[in-house]
């Protein structure tokens, strides 16, 4: 304690507190000691008078004149401990006892690096600190470790281990009293007095572990008595306690009874208690009692120490990193390791444990948490810490185990390292150990011709544990699954604490940027200490980090590819880079599994979620060779299996790694040209009945026509747009689907000719789309292209010109051109359609178009009946829920409509809702034109609110899926402002009519028949409100 209050640092000739050696002097030149003795003072005093005898001849110590202590123990070097003993005049003495963490820290500091035998001195007072010192060195082994390696004995001059031998509520006062006098603090009376049962406690609990490390003890106590003031003893005492040391003036302070433990070697001194630490010279019987039991001891500590080793080993901790300040979450995983890991938890067995995850999903620190609770647990525990990632690292460090455990011939050129260091920590000498072997991930080392397998120890007295990317090694070491722990990433939470615990409290860090960085490094720990670290070092805000994270692959991979060397208390393992720790798995799995690197190399190119296994079996692979690549790549963490098994999820960062990886070997393009036949072979061109197996196609073929946005020169990839596009179409994503033709219809001309078939029929199909985008006069222009093309090439009826003429009639239809469309459409129904059958059901399906006009002329009768008809074949054909069945039951809800058969149609809507809802979706286009019909018929039968509810639901999907402008948007937008005039609420239908004809203008033109009917619906409205002037101005 160095706070500069009073006490023995500010006494004329003082040491200064802390340990101080006081032989042999600075001045002597040879210092062949080789044991070191420590005095420590007691209750209000200090050092050097403590040990001072003071006559007329002059001043004695016993512990520094030449002919004393040095003499009698000439190997030794001797120190004072010196402690602030008045400071403590009015502390409590828990306090008082606190000192005896002071003392460890000062021994640790002082003789830390002698490792030699000790023996400490100690009077008074200044023996329960000790006493309580070595209590906690035993008892706290590795944080203050030298008390409980290397003290061989103690001698006790006049300690109270049980106070005094006055009455009890006196004993203290009488201790206390006598050495302070009238400065007597009556505050550490009574709390002594409090704390006395724990006091004996603390006595009865020293002299066990004396006894349990056998250490060498002696006890002397005083025989004289010291004069006592009556003062002191009076204030506030009993009546009692008056009447017993009224008229006594000498007391022993410290009896035999006080100052001896049982069973202890004990020896009363010719002395007062003030005398026990003085003797006049080398003469003194005293001394000569006190000598002769430290050289007994000074004799006896080599034999005492060696059967202290003998029966508790010597506690090892070597940890390449220090704990991680940092740390947080994972406690579910903490609390799961700490109840397997320590050595004690497999009584019969060495007990294995495995930690498996991914490369830099925080193995290793988990690892470093695990071994320090450990630790904590048990601090009888050695840890001893090795690095596999080569066959050298582990050799040496295997070695220097051995050195720890002073292996015989460990240092011998030709040392069997494998058999010492396994037969020493197989031997009941080496006490419990845990062995954590970090980054067990090459199975060559293991398994191969170093077989580093058969270097591992095995002793019920130990633990293993492993770190590994690849479980098969946990598999192969005979590892059960209930002691493989898998680590699970971080919690959005856990990551965004992580990584600013380790930025300075004003960085520039909004929580928004932070938790986006964390999503994008898919909370990878080790990702996310590269993030902390450039952040720190660069003093860059969180949101230039992410937006470097954000511009592309090759910048990310750049951001990962820096180490984190120079933290302090990190290894040269721990501060890899992301892609330099996954490189090292990457050749592996090159060297040993060829076909799983050709699988990664392939899947790096797909999207992340639901990769199907099925689409690897179509290259002609066996499928056990197949199962045994997942299952490699499965064991490095690399994937992840679904719960089905048909699927797996790949890790986002390592196909942005293993790309790169590709790149930087030249193999790019070879690699997105294999996947891209792979795929082109494997999707299935999009139909109703195989929606299942398509759709989960779908983002995988998307995604690697992406990697591949200038590279349409070849039928592999034309192949895969078409599907995709198909796809797209099928499931209302009509403005994908357009750029997906054009990109064809580009590559098709380049490839294969611009009048070419393939060429043609992708012109069709992005006519059609256009045609559902609204988009009329563009869809008109390219098929009245196609068709021209058509009819020269192809004889007359040909199946491909019929279907370019029946998208044209859909065009004209939406455009409103119904008599050149229904000209148009009956010369598409040739003789070839019969009567039954198939081509029957598609003539009549191909009529709706045709039929829909009929309700507007009159002839709504007939449409109902071919409708039903259609209807009637479809059910026997198709399913229930086939797009064509659909589309024929919101026909005939129509038609329904129009005939004023309101039940009949909401009965027929319903349905028809409720199955597109279902597949393919709320939001399709089909489903909400079916609302749109709903809302119409309710409206119809008076329910205005349930009306209005459907449209206005209806209309809000319509323009964040098709755009506010779409004609079907602005067809929604009409219908709804006619449902508010139908209900007499002329204000918003005439706002609503307002900006539906605003965009009907500018997207259909004014004289559009679609345009006109709105205009003339508005005029109604502002005819109803009197609004004559606003109806000649605006119309």
């Known amino acids: 304690m160095e706070d500069g209050s009073a006490g023995p640092a500010n006494v004329p000739g003082a040491h200064p507190r802390g340990l101080h050696q006081v032989w042999p002097t600075t001045h002597q030149a040879k210092d062949d000691t080789t044991i070191d003795i420590i005095a420590i003072h007691g209750l209000e005093t200090e050092s050097p008078r403590t040990w001072e005898w003071r006559g007329k001849d002059g001043i004695v110590n016993w512990l520094t004149d030449e002919n004393m202590l040095p003499a009698k123990v000439p190997t030794a070097r001797i120190y004072t401990y010196n402690w602030n003993s008045r400071y403590f005049r009015d502390a409590p003495v828990q306090t008082l006892l606190g000192h005896s963490d002071s003392l460890l820290k000062s021994i640790d500091r002082g003789l830390g690096l002698l490792r030699r035998p000790l023996i400490c001195i100690a009077s008074c007072f200044g023996g329960l600190i000790l006493a309580k010192a070595i209590q906690m060195s035993c008892e706290a082994e590795n944080e203050h470790p030298y008390l409980r390696q290397y003290l061989v004995g103690v001698i006790f001059l006049a300690t109270p281990f049980r106070g005094s031998d006055a009455a009890a509520q006196a004993q203290w006062q009488v201790f206390v009293g006598g050495i302070m006098g009238r400065q007597t603090s009556q505050e550490l009376v009574e709390d ?22 056998h250490l060498g003890l002696y006890c002397f106590y005083e025989t004289l008595p010291s004069e006592i003031l009556k003062a002191v003893l009076m204030p506030g005492r009993l009546l009692e306690l008056v009447q017993v040391i009224q008229s006594k003036t000498r007391k022993l302070l410290v009896t035999q009874n006080s100052a001896c433990l049982d069973g202890v070697p004990r020896q009363g001194l010719e002395a007062t208690h003030s005398g026990m630490n003085k003797f006049r010279g080398p003469a003194d019987a005293n001394f000569k009692h006190v000598a002769a039991n430290v050289q007994q001891l000074a004799l ?60 830099g999903i925080g193995k290793t620190q988990l690892a470093v948490e695990a071994a320090y609770r450990t630790r904590d647990q048990d601090p009888e525990c050695s840890i001893f810490w090795v690095s596999m990632v080569t066959a050298n690292t582990f050799k040496t460090t295997y070695q220097d185990i051995g050195r720890k455990l002073q292996v015989p011939g460990i240092n011998e050129d030709k040392a069997d390292i494998k058999i010492l260091v396994k037969g020493a920590l197989a ?31 095995s002793s019920y007295r130990g633990s293993i544990l492993i770190t590994t990317r690849f479980e098969e090694i946990c598999i192969k070491l005979g590892l059960a699954r209930a002691n493989i722990l898998t680590v699970s990433e971080l919690t959005n939470e856990e990551a965004a604490k992580m990584l600013t615990a380790q930025l300075r409290a004003n960085h520039p860090c909004n929580p928004d940027d932070v938790m986006a960085i964390c999503q994008l490094l898919t909370n990878l720990p080790l990702a996310l200490n590269q993030a902390a670290f450039y952040l720190a070092t660069t003093g860059v805000s969180a949101a230039k980090y992410l937006r470097y994270c954000q511009e592309s692959d090759q910048r990310l991979v750049q951001l990962l590819g820096h180490d984190t060397d120079g933290q302090e208390g990190r290894s040269q393992e721990v501060s890899k880079a992301v892609t330099t720790t996954w490189l090292i798995s990457f050749n592996h799995i090159a060297r040993d599994r060829p076909l799983a690197a050709q699988l990664l190399s392939t899947v790096a190119w797909l999207v992340e979620k639901d990769v199907p296994i099925a689409l690897f079996l179509q290259q002609g692979l066996d499928e056990i060779d197949l199962d045994r690549a997942v299952g490699t790549l499965r064991n490095y963490a690399f994937i ?20 790169n990886w590709l790149r930087e070997q030249s193999e790019e393009s070879h690699w997105i040209g294999r996947v891209i036949g792979l795929l082109a072979n494997g999707y299935p061109f999009p139909r109703f009945e195989n929606r299942e197996v398509w759709q989960r196609y779908l983002p995988h073929a998307t995604r690697v026509a992406g990697y591949a946005a200038d590279g349409f020169e070849n039928v592999d990839c034309l192949v895969l747009l078409s599907h995709i596009a198909e796809s797209s179409f099928f499931l209302g994503n009509y403005v994908e689907t357009e750029k997906t033709y054009r990109k064809m219809i580009d ?4 490839q294969l000719g611009a009048h070419h078939g393939a060429t043609m029929m992708v012109m069709n199909n992005l006519a059609t789309v256009l045609s559902c985008l609204g988009q009329y006069t563009e869809a008109e222009e390219l098929e009245r292209q196609v068709l021209a093309i058509r009819i020269e090439q192809l004889v007359e009826n040909h ?105 009949e149609a909401e009965q027929l809507c319903r349905k028809t809702v409720d199955l597109l809802r279902q597949r393919p979706g709320a939001d399709h286009p089909d489903t909400l034109a079916s609302m749109v019909l709903l809302a119409q018929v309710t409206s119809k039968q008076g329910r205005s609110s349930e009306a209005m509810l459907i449209f206005r639901q209806t209309l809000d999907l319509m323009r964040q899926r098709l755009g506010p402008d779409h004609p079907v948007t602005l067809v929604t937008m009409h ?32 004289v559009h028949k679609s345009t006109l009917n709105t205009q003339r619906h508005l005029a109604r409205v502002l005819h109803k409100q009197g609004k004559l002037e606003d109806l000649e101005s605006d119309l």
Request: glycine share 6%.
């Open 427 to 457: 031997d009941a000498a080496a006490g419990r150990w845990l062995l954590v072997l970090d980054n067990v991930d090459d199975c060559e080392l293991l398994f191969g011709e170093e077989r580093l397998c058969e270097w591992l120890p």
């Open 192 to 213: 002594l007095n409090r704390e006395d049962k724990h006091l004996k406690e603390l006595t009865q609990s020293f002299a066990e572990t004396a006894n349990r490390i």
């Open 300 to 359: 006896q500590a080599c034999a005492i120490l060696d059967q202290r080793n003998k029966e508790f080993p010597r506690v090892h901790f070597t940890m390449p990193v220090d704990r991680n300040e940092h740390f947080v979450g994972r406690n579910d995983m903490l609390t799961w390791l700490c109840e397997r890991v320590p050595p004690a938890k497999g009584k019969d067995r060495c007990q294995r444990t495995a930690i498996h995850g991914l490369g």
């Open 747 to 750: 590559g098709a001309t380049r």
């Open 975 to 1006: 219908y709804f402002a006619l449902a508010y005039a139908n209900h007499s609420e002329y204000f918003e239908a005439e706002q609503l009519f307002r900006e539906t004809l605003h965009l009907k203008r500018l997207r259909l033109g004014a």
């Open 640 to 659: 992840t299996l679904r719960e089905d098994a048909t699927s797996f999820d790949v890790h986002r960062l390592v196909q942005i790694v293993t790309r």
């Open 799 to 903: 199946p491909a010109t019929l279907s370019g003429m029946k998208i044209l009639t859909t065009v004209l239809s939406g455009q409103g051109d119904i008599l050149e469309a229904i000209q148009l459409l009956r010369q598409t129904i040739t003789p070839q359609h019969q009567v039954g059958g198939k081509d029957y059901l598609e003539t009549l399906t191909s009529m709706q178009n045709l039929v829909l006009t009929w309700h507007g002329m009159g002839r709504a009768t007939d449409a109902q009946h071919l409708l039903q008809l259609i209807l009637d074949l479809q059910g026997q054909q198709l399913e229930a829920d086939d797009p064509d069945t659909l589309l024929s039951m919101q026909s005939l809800a129509l038609v329904f409509l129009e005939q004023r058969k309101y039940d």
